[in-house]
């Protein structure tokens, strides 16, 4: 028997969807009525299929089986942690790089003062927690030292939270990790998915810290060197879930877990798009999604001459299909810019 695969689509938001439900048309995630589906598509690797949801019953007894087992998960309630609202979609993780280097904003906001200060400033324009980075992970990049990239945020860290602002650390160093939580940092988020560090896993095991399982293929220094999939989306699925079977079998039982599909690390455009366009994919694993698509490289292979340095206009339109989506969580440079664009695409669709 094939493998087979639950992605939720035909997606319903606002006051539209909440009727739906209410009318029983439509199945709410994660019993949230404000965002509902009607669809689901079934997969193989061999092929797929979009039925409508009063179809599942006709299904055979095995993939009903399946398919009611992935429903589940999907219209699981999400608990609250590390600053998110479950409830609300999306949350954002607002950008700090404290380094010189990242590939939009090095060297922008790399002191002290002026660390700071953005910082206040993302979660005064509504970002729910600041991503804090000392080390760049841009295609291309090489690992720092562990002293170097601590000596870049420690101060900061201190700074921000005695001034109360919720914190995730960017980070692939257990040591880091360690001295983040000491510190009382909410979120780690490893882009490596935990596989940099050995020690990471027992980490986060130690302090039982909600984290990030993002997918990268490779390292910075080689990931965009033809990446390469059997499919792309397939792929990435199975990683994830093998990881949290990895996870659990060493401990980890909390669900205090996010997941990323690592959009550019070591993906191409066509890997991209597949993930951002199927991403609702991700929510018959159960557990939160967050997306990185900020400032992205696919935004200026798809404007081509209409690229920027900032990407606003990109970073809006794909932030809005993504909430279309159900993505609980973006990872977001113009934290103000990018909630401007949701006030009012919200505002216009429950009128």
Request: proline share 3%; with cysteine; hydrophobic share 35%.
């Amino acid at each position: 028997m094939p493998r087979y695969y639950t992605r939720a689509c035909n997606f319903y938001y606002g006051k539209y969807s909440k009727n739906l439900v209410n009318k029983k048309k439509s199945i709410p995630l994660n019993q949230t009525k404000e965002i509902s589906f009607d669809q689901i598509e079934i997969l193989t690797r061999r092929s797929k299929r979009r039925i409508s949801i009063n179809r599942i019953k006709n299904l055979s007894k095995s993939l009903k089986k399946k398919i009611n087992f992935d429903l589940k998960k999907i219209k699981s309630n999400k608990k609250n942690f590390s600053n998110f609202n479950f409830k609300k979609y999306p949350n954002l993780l607002g950008v700090l790089n404290l380094t010189p280097d990242s590939f939009s904003d090095g060297g922008k906001f790399n002191t002290k003062k002026r660390g700071v200060s953005h910082a206040i400033n993302l979660i005064k324009y509504g970002a729910n927690l600041i991503d804090v980075g000392g080390e760049s992970t841009r295609p291309g990049s090489r690992a720092i030292s562990e002293s170097l990239e601590w000596n870049r945020i420690n101060k900061i860290l201190e700074l921000l939270i005695k001034k109360k602002i919720p914190l995730s650390l960017d980070t692939r160093k257990s040591n880091i990790m360690e001295k983040g939580i000491n510190l009382g940092v909410k979120l780690i988020n490893d882009v490596s998915g935990l596989d940099f560090d050995n020690n990471t896993v027992k980490i986060l095991k130690k302090y039982k810290v909600p984290f990030v399982i993002q997918h990268t293929k490779g390292l910075p220094e080689n990931m965009q060197k033809k990446p390469s999939y059997k499919n792309e989306l397939l792929d990435v699925y199975d990683f994830f879930e093998d990881k949290i079977k990895l996870i659990r079998s060493k401990g980890i039982k909390h669900n205090n877990i996010i997941l990323d599909p690592g959009i550019g690390f070591g993906k191409n455009l066509k890997h991209n798009m597949s993930l951002i366009c199927n991403v609702s994919i991700f929510h018959s694993l159960g557990f939160p999604i967050l997306v990185g698509n900020s400032r992205k490289r696919f935004i200026k292979d798809l404007s081509k001459n209409n690229d920027s340095k900032s990407r606003t206009g990109g970073t809006i339109a794909s932030s809005i299909y993504l909430m279309m989506q159900g993505v609980q969580i973006l990872r977001i440079h113009d934290v103000n810019e990018v909630i401007q664009g949701l006030k009012i695409f919200r505002k216009i669709i429950n009128n």
